[in-house]
C-alpha cells in the first residue's frame, strides 16, 4: 500500500512506498538527494551509491524534474530536515521520465506562469495557498454550520441582474437572454424566507473591465442571508466569522503559512469587536490625510488603503450615501440619503473583502426602487413577492472568497488565490 508525505511521521523506521513526482535532485557522484513531492508534502529521499543496486542507482540518475515514480524506502527522523523526516531510498520504479520542464527552478515573469498555470501550481508556493484557500473554506462553512445557516444553493443562469447591469455576462437560454449569476443574494432572501439563516457558497461572474490586482472575472462568494436581523446584528455576525476564519487558518496551516513567508503577527490581531466608521468619518479622515474626496463619491482602492492604515483590524465602513449603492438597500430610517450598509475593508492595503446590507423590506419603497433604477419589472416580480408575503427585515453579506485568500496569504495580486484565474484577457488554461 502506498503512504502518503503527509502521514510520514507515523512510518518512522519502516520501509514505505510513495507515489512521488522529482521536483528537484543534487548528487555529490557517491550520494543523490532526491526532493520528492506527492501533492501532501515534500520529502527528501537520500541514495548512497555504496548501499543501492546499481540498477536503482542508475533510475535515479535518470530522473528529470517532474518525473513520476514509486519510490521505496525506510523512513528516518531528521531533524535538519525541513519536513523533519527523511526517506533512506532502497528502490526506484520509473513511471515516466518526464520531458524537460518548462518551469525550471528560477524566476519566471508573470505571463509565462500565467500560460502555465496548469504546472505552476504543483510549485511549494502554489500548492500552499491552495491549500490555505481550502481551509478558509472549510472554516467558513464550519463557522456557519455551527451557527445554525443552512446551506443553500442559488442558481447560476439568471434572467436579471444583482449587482448592476454594466457588468453583466449574458448569453442565450435558448429564445431568451439570460445572464451569469454577479451574486446568489436575491436567490437567498428567498431561501431566508423559508429556511431563517441560509448561505450560499459559488461561483460569480462579473464583466469587469477593470485590470486591478483585486479583481477577478469568475470569482467565489460566501453569501449568508438573515431573516429578522437588523444591519448591527450582521456586522457582529461578520466580525465573528471572519476572526474564526483567520484565527483557524493559524492554528492549521502554520507551515503553509511558513512556506508563504507570511507574516502571522497582523493575523494574530484579527479578534471581534472590529473598529467602525461611517462613510462620512471615512470622507473626513480621507481629506484629513490629504486625499482630496467629495461626499458622494464612491471609494477606490486607494481610498480603501489609506483608510485601512489607519486600523490594525480590519474596519468596517457603514452608511454609503445611497446612490453609489445596489438598489435592495435599506435606507438608514433617520437619514434616507445613506443606506444601512458595509463594507468590510481588511488591513494591509488588501481592500473590500466583504459587502453586504439590510435589505429594503417595504414592498412600496423596492417598487420605487425599481424605477429609480429603471429595472425590468418583470423579471424581478417574484422577488417583490418576498414583501409582499410576510415581509420581515433581513440583512445579509457577501465574502469575496479570493480577496479573503490574497488577505491572509499576504499575496500581491488575486491570481494565485485561485487554481485557474478567469480576468481580462486571460481565458487560457
Ligand atoms: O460588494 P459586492 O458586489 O456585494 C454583493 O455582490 C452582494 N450582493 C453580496 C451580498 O450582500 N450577498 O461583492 C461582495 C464581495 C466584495 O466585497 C469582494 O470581496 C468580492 O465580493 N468581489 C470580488 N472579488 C474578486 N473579483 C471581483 N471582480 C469582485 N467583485 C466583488
Ligand atoms: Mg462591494
Not at 48 to 53: D, F, I, L, R
Not at 335 to 340: A, M, Q, S, T, Y
Not at 353 to 369: A, H, M, N, Y
Amino acid at each position: 500500500m502506498l503512504i502518503r508525505i503527509g502521514n510520514i511521521a507515523e512510518h518512522v523506521g519502516e520501509s514505505v512506498k510513495l507515489g512521488v513526482w522529482l521536483y528537484n535532485k543534487r548528487s555529490s557522484g557517491k550520494i543523490q538527494f532526491l526532493q520528492l513531492r506527492d501533492g501532501t508534502g515534500f520529502i527528501q529521499g537520500v541514495l548512497v551509491k555504496s548501499q543501492v543496486a546499481p540498477e536503482v542507482w542508475e533510475h535515479a540518475n535518470q530522473l528529470t524534474q517532474e518525473s513520476s515514480l514509486y519510490v521505496q524506502g525506510t523512513v528516518r527522523r531528521d531533524e535538519r530536515a525541513p519536513s523533519g523526516y527523511e526517506l533512506d531510498v532502497e528502490d526506484i520504479e520509473i513511471i515516466q521520465i518526464a520531458d524537460e520542464y518548462p518551469i525550471a527552478l528560477k524566476k519566471h515573469g508573470v505571463d509565462f506562469l500565467m500560460d502555465h498555470r496548469h504546472l505552476w501550481i504543483r510549485s511549494p508556493r502554489q500548492r500552499a495557498i491552495l491549500k490555505i484557500r481550502a481551509e478558509i473554506i472549510r472554516a467558513v462553512q464550519d463557522w456557519l454550520d455551527g451557527q445554525g445557516f443552512t446551506l443553500v444553493d442559488p442558481p447560476i443562469l439568471t434572467p436579471s441582474a444583482c449587482e448592476g447591469t454594466t457588468t453583466l455576462f449574458s448569453t442565450k437560454y435558448f429564445d431568451e437572454d439570460a445572464y451569469l449569476t454577479q451574486s446568489g443574494q436575491l436567490y437567498m432572501e428567498a431561501a431566508a424566507m423559508a429556511l431563517g439563516r441560509v448561505y450560499s457558497f459559488g461561483p460569480t461572474f462579473r464583466a469587469e473591465k477593470s485590470k486591478t490586482r483585486r479583481h477577478l472575472i469568475e470569482f467565489w462568494m460566501i453569501e449568508p442571508e438573515m431573516a429578522f436581523t437588523e444591519h448591527e446584528e450582521s456586522l457582529r455576525i461578520q466580525e465573528e466569522l471572519v476572526s474564526h476564519v483567520v484565527q483557524h487558518v493559524l492554528k492549521a496551516c502554520q507551515s503553509e503559512l511558513q512556506a508563504i513567508d507570511r507574516d502571522t503577527a497582523p493575523l494574530e490581531r484579527v479578534k471581534p469587536p472590529f473598529p467602525r466608521i461611517t462613510y462620512d468619518e471615512a470622507v473626513e479622515l480621507l481629506n484629513r490625510e490629504g486625499m482630496s474626496f467629495e461626499w458622494g463619491e464612491d471609494f477606490g482602492a486607494p481610498h480603501e488603503t489609506k483608510i485601512a492604515e489607519s486600523f490594525d483590524k480590519p474596519v468596517f465602513i457603514t452608511h454609503y450615501p445611497a446612490k453609489v449603492k445596489a438598489f435592495y438597500m435599506k435606507p438608514d430610517p433617520d437619514r434616507p440619503e445613506v443606506v444601512l450598509c458595509a463594507d468590510l475593508i481588511a488591513p494591509e492595503g488588501y481592500g473590500e473583502i466583504i459587502g453586504g446590507s439590510q435589505r429594503i423590506d417595504d414592498p412600496e419603497l423596492l417598487r420605487q426602487r425599481f424605477v429609480e433604477h429603471r429595472l425590468p419589472r418583470d423579471a424581478y416580480e417574484w422577488y417583490l413577492d418576498l414583501r409582499r408575503y410576510g415581509t420581515v427585515p433581513h440583512s445579509g453579506f457577501g465574502l469575496g472568497l479570493e480577496r479573503t485568500v490574497a488577505w491572509i496569504c499576504g499575496l500581491d495580486h488575486v491570481r494565485e488565490t485561485i487554481p485557474f484565474p478567469r480576468m481580462l484577457n486571460r481565458l487560457y488554461p
